[in-house]
């Protein structure tokens, strides 16, 4: 069986001990029926599903609201497969590869899904703290991504100290690049790029330790049996996983959207990498122990878009440049 060998400090649901914490909280009256299920579930393989996190109609009118971006590219954020940062042109909208990046600032109804009160109860017992939202990525299409842990591109100053939850905007149907990943995945020691980082940086450590990495990660599932599963949600299902668990994008067999919302959250206490160089960093509060964050936009108050219009915040991306 995989280990949980990792030079890193864990947070308590990923520590070796968590199964027992969970219960010495539960019988310290501090963690219900339902949570010490999903808490249990996401500790022993790495992920949980909520279903119904957010009502079909949530999901619908976030859906139709997300396919207006193209009439005002010039607010948001995406990019395609080879083009980092760009605006959401019609264009670039159709692209397969399309993904809208930190919509969970520009949109209220993005924040009521991305804090689903389903979601913020798993994430905030995870945590003991608030929850910031510190990335988002808007699907249309799957992303046949190749299976990984996010740790290599999502970097956090504890480096294992977050959480991504996947909401299906529409019912996923298999064939469309469902999502797909190694139950129990999350408990494989470290894989370690030069410096021990957790973090893969291109120019620095090269792609052929990426291509060892990413190798390594399957070979190790594979060997150590853990099941390769994947998630047929239904319209409004959450799928929450630890940092480490490996997933990835199925093929894509036809020609079937598979809307879906990404998001990265971490401790408040703890730190996206980009908040040591975007000189704009912020964490608005949003609801209570509910904070957005964004390597995009501008968020702090003296930068506040002037208009809100039907519950789209129409903030301007931070600094046109980034977007090339
Ligand atoms: O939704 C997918 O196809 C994969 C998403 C993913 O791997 C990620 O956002 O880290």
């Known amino acids: 069986m995989p280990g949980n060998n990792t030079i890193f400090e864990p947070l ?97 109804l993005a924040q009521r899904a991305v804090f689903a009160p389903g979601i913020v109860e798993v994430l905030r017992a995870g945590f003991e703290e608030g929850v910031n939202a510190f990335q988002s990525l808007v699907f249309r299409y799957g992303s046949q991504q190749e299976k990984h842990q996010d740790g290599a591109y999502v970097v956090v100053s504890k480096p294992l100290q977050f959480m991504a939850s996947w909401i299906a905007l529409e019912d996923v149907t298999a064939g469309s690049g469902e999502l797909a990943y190694y139950s129990g995945s999350h408990k494989l020691d470290d894989f370690l790029f030069p410096g021990n980082s957790k973090a893969w940086h291109p120019e620095a450590h090269g792609k052929p330790v990426h291509r060892e990495f990413l190798d390594s990660l399957v070979s190790r599932c594979e060997t150590a049996n853990l099941p390769l599963e994947t998630f047929l949600p239904r319209k409004g299902d959450a799928l929450i996983w630890a940092s480490d668990l490996v997933h990835g994008g199925s093929k894509i067999a036809n020609q079937n959207t598979r809307r879906s919302f990404v998001t990265h959250y971490c401790p408040v206490s703890v730190k996206p990498n980009f908040a040591n160089f975007t000189k704009h960093y912020y964490e608005q509060k949003v609801a209570e122990n509910c904070y957005i964050s964004s390597r995009h936009y501008d968020l702090r108050p003296e930068s506040l878009p002037k208009r809100l219009l039907d519950g789209l915040l129409r903030r301007q991306p931070y600094k046109r440049p980034t977007v090339t």
């Open 12 to 108: 308590w649901v990923d520590a070796p001990d968590a199964l027992e914490r969970l219960e010495q909280k539960c019988s310290d009256g501090l963690i219900g029926e339902e949570l010490r299920g999903r808490l249990s579930h996401l500790i022993k393989f790495g992920w949980v599903v909520i279903p119904g996190a957010i009502s079909t109609e949530l999901a619908d009118e976030l859906s139709a609201e997300i396919d207006h971006v193209v009439d005002a590219p010039e607010f948001f954020v995406a990019r395609t497969e080879n083009q980092p940062f760009l605006h959401p042109t019609k264009a670039v909208y159709s692209d397969p590869a399309f993904r809208l990046l930190g919509y969970h600032v520009n949109s209220r």
